[in-house]
């Protein structure tokens, strides 16, 4: 386990796979997005962001693209703030839009609103990309330092599965992950700040434990 976009940086250039943990909301936005059938869902940090650590949402931007491409696809990008005018939201992706655009790839922005993300836009088949200050910043960064892979799990409720549920899911997902990549995890609670995100990091912890990956 660790913690902050430093966190998931350490982990990314030790070659390990990281699992983000960010309740409110990105990770829970993800989620919601894996559930409704999104193709793939990426991290990255916002316009502006300083994290402590080296970022890049452009090459998220271009991967998600490279993604988009292969699968035939536009991307949704999902970004804060949550309740807010949408030009100011359209600032900060815009290094990820940016990026779309260079490549020539349709794009969609709204809200980072969590398990309610669903009801702004389609999700089935598309690419996404949550662009966030602290969940968004720790996957970005974790890519940036060299993670062969990087996935959202979060610990809420989400429409027609319960937390546990989804905890268990998203314990499964970090493993798998890690599993194709040389078997390294480690969880990231996207906020050292934040109670939510360290205590959810944990319960996802457990559940990998619970899972096995530690007896593997």
């Given at each position: 386990?660790?913690?902050?976009?430093?966190?998931?940086?350490?982990?990314?250039?030790?070659?390990?796979?990281?699992?983000?943990?960010?309740?409110?909301?990105?990770?829970?936005?993800?989620?919601?997005?894996?559930?409704?059938?999104?193709?793939?869902?990426?991290?990255?940090?916002?316009?502006?962001?300083?994290?402590?650590?080296?970022?890049?949402?452009?090459?998220?931007?271009?991967?998600?693209?490279?993604?988009?491409?292969?699968?035939?696809?536009?991307?949704?990008?999902?970004a804060?703030?949550?309740?807010?005018?949408?030009?100011?939201?359209?600032?900060?992706?815009?290094?990820?839009?940016?990026?779309?655009?260079?490549?020539g790839?349709?794009?969609?922005?709204?809200?980072?609103?969590?398990?309610?993300?669903?009801?702004?836009?389609?999700?089935?088949?598309?690419?996404?990309?949550?662009?966030?200050?602290?969940?968004?910043?720790?996957?970005?960064?974790?890519?940036?330092?060299?993670?062969?892979?990087?996935?959202?799990?979060?610990?809420?409720?989400?429409?027609?599965?319960?937390?546990?549920?989804?905890?268990?899911?998203?314990a499964?997902?970090?493993?798998?992950?890690?599993?194709?990549?040389?078997?390294?995890?480690?969880?990231?609670?996207?906020?050292?700040?934040?109670?939510?995100?360290?205590l959810?990091?944990?319960?996802?912890?457990?559940?990998?434990?619970?899972?096995?990956f530690?007896?593997?």
């Amino acid at each position: 386990m660790s913690f902050d976009a430093s966190g998931a940086a350490e982990a990314g250039a030790r070659g390990r796979a990281v699992a983000v943990v960010d309740v409110v909301d990105a990770a829970t936005s993800a989620e919601a997005a894996v559930a409704l059938g999104a193709v793939d869902v990426l991290g990255a940090a916002p316009a502006g962001a300083a994290p402590p650590v080296p970022v890049s949402p452009e090459a998220v931007g271009t991967r998600a693209a490279s993604i988009a491409r292969q699968r035939g696809t536009d991307v949704l990008v999902v970004a804060e703030p949550r309740v807010g005018p949408p030009g100011e939201r359209a600032e900060r992706a815009a290094p990820v839009t940016r990026a779309l655009d260079a490549a020539g790839v349709r794009y969609e922005v709204v809200a980072n609103q969590g398990a309610e993300v669903g009801g702004l836009a389609a999700m089935a088949g598309r690419v996404v990309v949550v662009v966030s200050t602290t969940g968004g910043a720790a996957f970005d960064a974790a890519l940036a330092a060299g993670a062969p892979g990087a996935c959202f799990v979060t610990t809420a409720r989400i429409a027609g599965m319960t937390g546990w549920e989804v905890t268990r899911l998203g314990a499964i997902r970090g493993i798998e992950l890690a599993d194709r990549h040389g078997g390294a995890l480690s969880i990231v609670a996207a906020s050292a700040n934040s109670t939510d995100d360290c205590l959810a990091a944990f319960e996802v912890a457990r559940a990998v434990i619970d899972q096995g990956f530690l007896r593997s």
